[in-house]
């Protein structure tokens, strides 16, 4: 696995406002098989952030503003994916948002704007080259 850690501090969140934690943690199973032709990975990536006052957005003028009235609670996201790659071609599936599958919950990303729900990504790449 791997894991990212980032603390802010001093009056640097009053100019831009940051999240004072934010931890990324992608845990994972990695494996390659028959002789080296079949690469997989399935593992979670989690990503949470602490709360903190997010910049608003006001759409009639197209601009992000600094505010104090709404917190951006702490929130977690959590995403289950698969990778599969045998020979050129490569086969992923993801499932966003693995938390809101259970508890039906849903969290703010900004101010007055619903994060996102689950969602299913999948697709494929072929390279047609020898």
């Known amino acids: 696995g791997e894991g990212l850690y980032s603390t802010v501090g001093g009056d640097s969140t009053e100019v831009f406002p940051l999240p004072k934690i934010m ?3 992608n845990i994972y199973l990695h494996g390659i098989n028959f002789g080296g032709n079949l690469d997989w990975q399935i593992g979670i990536d989690n990503h949470w952030k602490s709360d903190y006052f ?3 957005y006001r ?3 197209n601009q992000f503003f600094i505010q104090d009235r709404f917190n951006v609670e702490a929130f977690l996201i959590s995403d289950f994916y698969v990778n599969v790659k045998l020979g050129h071609a490569f086969v992923f599936f993801k499932l966003n948002n693995l938390i809101d599958v259970f508890t039906q919950e849903t969290y703010f ?3 007055n704007y619903v994060g996102k729900r689950s ?5 494929f ?3 047609f080259f020898d």
């Open 109 to 111: 990303a900004a101010p």
């Open 54 to 56: 997010a910049p608003d």
């Open 23 to 25: 931890a990324n943690l």
């Open 125 to 127: 790449y072929w390279m």
């Open 59 to 61: 759409v009639s003028t």
């Open 119 to 123: 969602l299913v990504d999948f697709g």
